[in-house]
């Protein structure tokens, strides 16, 4: 008997060593949760919450930044460590937000780290003016930045929407379109005091082009400078202008189809740009195809190719892209299927899934209206990605690790 038990033992033994082998350890994968829009603990808010989000690392934790359209107000919700609050910063309900101030606010919003703190910019509707909030360390403030007869900028116009914002030099810099003017504006922190200047598309621009240009901002900084990606309206094409340290210059990257790679059709909405492999990467929308495009830098010339779409689903629209694991990775819309979709970089190849949303062959198997307003970050080597649930009128949490 004690012979046959030492062998079922060993027999046991052998067979967990084989589990384990055949399960690695720390096998990762995607989860999916309802952040905000739904009445809960800690702050949470029963409304239609969950558009426009953009998310910091601050103080080793996500901190991110959203619309909460029913109430017309901008949301922050921050991750302790160990569970989610929230709070209304600025908008509708002076009674219950920070700022005590009120305004239909809250689109556009993009938000940065400078001198270890969050700075968040955003977009008042009522007013049509650009805002901005920042942690002190003990308090938040806020102030109009430009557009209103009370704004920093002394200009009075319609202006702050499709926002980008880098940390560069002696401050943040905002890239964003001027709708009374059709414009691309840029204010920018001195160090000292705001300084404003309207870049490209007005007669006044520093480009002298008198395009309608500015909107679908997005930002890096590559070559000592910024570099900005945006969308012509007038030519139906990507714009691309950039900072050499004494200049400003100014440059179509693609929709004309007069280069290598181009195409000849409307493109450069929904720019999402990243610095990989130390040049600029920028991804958009081919409007008029309905596909994901990508422009890169090698270099010495700028590279094209279309990533997904190509006849079949109207994909890439609200693009976001981070760095994980040292590789791209894009999330956007299949607004055919109204899905969020996942294309990375694994070093050799370009991989796609399709994250949530109402297709059969999503990794979340839930259905609904997804993909919207997505941004990604990284946290304690986990990628996390927020996106709007636009038929559930939520804030939508997905994370893999």
């Known amino acids: 008997m004690r012979v046959r038990a030492q062998a079922l033992l060993v027999t046991l033994v052998a067979l967990i060593a084989l589990m384990l082998m055949a399960a690695p350890a720390g096998a990762s994968s995607w989860h999916f949760d309802i952040l905000d829009g739904s009445s809960g603990p800690d702050g949470r808010v029963n409304g239609d919450v969950g558009q426009f989000t953009s998310t910091v690392m601050y103080a080793g934790t996500p901190h991110a930044f959203y619309r909460d359209a029913q109430h017309g107000t901008l949301r922050h919700a921050w991750w302790t460590g160990s569970k989610w609050l929230f709070q209304t910063l600025d908008g509708d309900d002076p009674a219950t937000n920070v700022s005590h101030s009120g305004g239909d606010v809250g689109t556009d919003v993009k938000s940065v780290i400078f001198e270890g703190r969050p700075h968040v910019f955003y977009y008042d509707v009522t007013n049509s003016d650009l805002r901005h909030a920042w942690w002190t360390g003990a308090r938040w403030a806020f102030e109009t930045l430009d557009g209103g007869s009370q704004a920093v900028s002394g200009q009075s116009a319609d202006t702050g929407t499709d926002l980008s914002v880098i940390s560069y030099g002696a401050g943040p810099h905002l890239f964003y379109y001027d709708v009374s003017h059709h414009s691309l504006r840029h204010a920018f922190w001195t160090g000292a005091q705001w300084s404003f200047q309207t870049l490209d598309g ?139 979709r996942h294309e990375w970089w694994d070093g050799s190849q370009w991989k796609v899934q399709t994250l949530d949303g109402s297709s059969t062959d999503t990794v979340s198997n839930t259905a609904g209206d997804f993909g919207l307003d997505g941004s990604a970050a990284i946290y304690q080597g986990q990628l996390q990605v927020l996106y709007y649930d636009g038929g559930g009128g939520n804030l939508r949490q997905a994370w893999y690790g």
């Open 202 to 340: 007005a007669s006044q621009a520093v480009s002298g082009s008198s395009h309608d240009v500015g909107q679908y901002t997005s930002a890096v900084v590559y070559g000592g400078g910024p570099q900005v990606f945006y969308y012509d309206d007038t030519d139906g094409a990507l714009r691309h202008t950039w900072w050499d340290g004494s200049n400003w210059g100014f440059e179509t990257l693609d929709g004309l189809g007069a280069k290598p790679g181009q195409v000849n059709r409307s493109v450069g909405s929904d720019t999402a740009a990243v610095i990989y492999g130390g040049t600029p990467h920028v991804w958009y929308y081919d409007i008029d195809a309905g596909d994901l495009r990508h422009a890169w830098w090698t270099g010495t010339t700028w590279g094209y190719q279309t990533l997904d779409g190509a006849g079949g689903a109207n994909v890439g629209t609200y693009n976001a892209v981070t760095l994980f694991g040292g590789t791209p990775h894009v999330f956007y819309r299949d607004e055919t299927n109204q899905n969020l």
